[in-house]
């Protein structure tokens, strides 16, 4: 029994080294390479000042034109402005962050694949080699927080504990990015084909209730 817990142990200090250097090699992309904020990210950054001063979501005071797309990452910022952070700064560290958690969320969902670790750390090592990932992650932009998103619900729903909260979260997903709608959607069709091939249940007891709830829900809230 202690043998086994040692190996296990082992394993674990074992995959935190590798995740480790995955991030290792991440961060010397993002130094080596000139990473700017891009000028469309700068829309989502005015919007937010306006909101945080008190002017609502405009571009400019008094001239309601709804010009962006992400209101998830949009919101973010107005919180960044609220808390007189430097926003540009923030959203580019934010989303190398993003990116960061993008990678650990693949390497378990590989992992639930049961690809073996060496595999596993190949497949994010080139990842953090590929710098348009990260150019696009650290642009200023919702890009890694939607890379983020998109990986957290396929992970859940691999899983099969799929939440209310998860229900919300596809709608973040949504509002991050509105052509990712269709992920938390195929979510529900992959959990309904998978429960009723493996259980044998009909088509409305394979539903997975609370999440489709938490979508249906937080999506209608956000329409209002």
């Not at 469309?40 to 005071?61: C, E, K, M, Q, T």
């Not at 670790?117 to 696009?136: H, K, Q, T, V």
Request: with cysteine; proline share 3%; aromatic share 12%.
């Amino acid at each position: 029994m202690r043998f086994r817990v040692a190996i296990n142990r082992s394993q674990t200090h074992g995959g935190i080294l590798l995740i480790g250097a995955i991030f290792l090699v991440a961060a010397v992309n993002f130094v080596l390479h000139q990473h700017v904020v891009v000028d469309d990210a700068y829309i989502s950054f005015r919007y937010s000042w306006h909101l945080a001063h008190g002017y609502g979501l405009v571009f400019n005071p008094g001239q309601r034109v709804e010009g962006f797309t992400n209101m998830t990452w949009t919101l973010m910022m107005t919180l960044v402005n609220v808390l007189r952070l430097s926003v540009p700064y923030v959203a580019v560290y934010l989303g190398l962050a993003c990116g960061f958690g993008t990678e650990v969320i693949a390497w378990f969902i590989m992992k639930e694949f049961k690809v073996k670790r060496l595999y596993r750390f190949i497949a994010l090592l080139a990842l953090s080699a590929f710098s348009p990932f990260w150019l696009a992650a650290t642009s200023g932009l919702e890009t890694g927080l939607a890379a983020l998103l998109f990986t957290l619900i396929l992970y859940r729903s691999i899983k099969g504990k799929l939440t209310i909260v998860d229900g919300v979260v596809g709608t973040a997903i949504f509002a991050t990015r509105p052509e990712l709608l269709m992920l938390p959607v195929l979510v529900i069709v992959i959990v309904v084909v998978d429960t009723m091939r493996s259980e044998g249940r009909r088509l409305t007891k394979s539903l997975p209730a609370k999440y489709v709830a938490g979508l249906g829900l937080s999506l209608a809230a956000f329409e209002v």
